[in-house]
């Protein structure tokens, strides 16, 4: 994992806002629509769908959707319990703040992140995982409380 891979992920996050505020509602289809819900929140009701769909697509929205699961939905199952002792350490020896007021659903997925045995070998990977981990627990935790998800859309609290 590369240093640039988290700048260039934002950009493409950006591309499909941009995509979807530039698309007339009326013209949006189902599919650039759920990109862009998808690409915030991958979670939600029909993303395994749209990721599905976006394996076959080499649009700007399909690769944000591509890179929310790769960087972040992948880690939100299996659901743990949440940060061990272990885990607050080792963020705290590496110098990276959690918000105080992540999901349950988050925490324990920033648990699988931080214990990825993927990364277990290269420290700076894992860091960069767990910051864009972070950074999209984030975006996804806004996007749901400014876009109105749907109940059963929403991660569990606290």
Known sequence: ???NSYGRNAWLALAAI??????????????V??????SFYPQGK???QAYQQALHDVSPAAASVRDAFKHYAH???PDTSGLS???????????IRVPFDLSAANLAGLHNVINDPSLAGDPTARRLA????IAHAVQAELYCGT????????PPSS
């Open 1 to 3: 994992m590369h240093r």
């Open 18 to 31: 941009f995509l979807a505020a530039a698309t007339p509602a009326k013209a949006l289809d189902d599919g």
């Open 33 to 38: 629509d759920r990109y862009v819900r998808c």
């Open 46 to 48: 029909g993303c395994d």
């Open 75 to 77: 880690y939100l199952r």
């Open 85 to 95: 002792d272990d885990d607050k350490r080792y963020l705290v020896q590496n110098e």
């Open 130 to 133: 767990v910051n864009g981990f």
């Open 147 to 154: 876009s109105g998800c749907q109940d059963d859309d929403r």
